[in-house]
């Protein structure tokens, strides 16, 4: 239920719910719950092969393929996407998996926070997520780093070892 409730709460503070991006489809469990409050949705999923196998997680992921064409899937690094982008978006959720693996560490930079916040609305909202393993020092580069970008944010619990940074 958490990667629900993640696409769920993320989307509650969005200043409108005309436009969204997901980085990191995954199961489709948090992008189906943003899907369902948005007009317009584009995911970046890296991996082809998570993309074909989606109507396998429907059960959990709101059948997510069922939203097309009002969903965008784009088989795409994240990083790629949102320097290369000219779009842009009232809510930005990154649901890539932690910071603790080399592949996703480079999406918790301040580099990679700037091209986020280039893909954003003025007004727009982006939102991460990190985990009691990064510990005390890990959080705090991940913290000074979107302090760097973006000049609110703010730090949510959805568990006690499962964190949502929301900055605007």
């Known amino acids: 239920p958490y990667e629900k409730l993640v696409g769920a709460y993320a ?9 969204a991006l997901v980085l990191g489809l995954g199961s489709g469990a948090t992008g189906g719950s943003v ?3 948005f007009d317009k949705i584009d995911a970046v999923e890296i ?9 396998r997680m429907k059960e959990w992921n709101f059948d997510i393929e069922s939203f ?7 088989v795409d690094d994240a990083i790629h996407y949102t320097k290369s ?5 009232s809510l930005v959720v990154n649901t890539v998996t932690t910071p603790l693996y080399f592949s996703s560490s480079k999406l918790y930079t301040k580099d990679f926070f700037e091209a986020v916040r280039a893909r954003m609305t003025d007004d727009g909202v982006y939102m991460t997520w990190v985990d009691s393993r990064v510990g005390d020092k890990g959080l705090n580069i991940i913290l000074k780093s979107l302090q760097q970008v973006f000049p609110e944010c703010s730090l949510g619990c959805i568990q006690s070892t499962y964190y949502l940074v929301l900055c605007s």
């Open 11 to 19: 989307s509650l503070y969005a200043p409108r719910t005309d436009k």
């Open 35 to 37: 899907c369902l409050l």
């Open 47 to 55: 991996n082809p092969i998570v993309v074909q196998n989606l109507f």
């Open 68 to 74: 097309r064409p009002k969903l965008t899937i784009h």
């Open 85 to 89: 982008s000219t779009e842009k978006y």
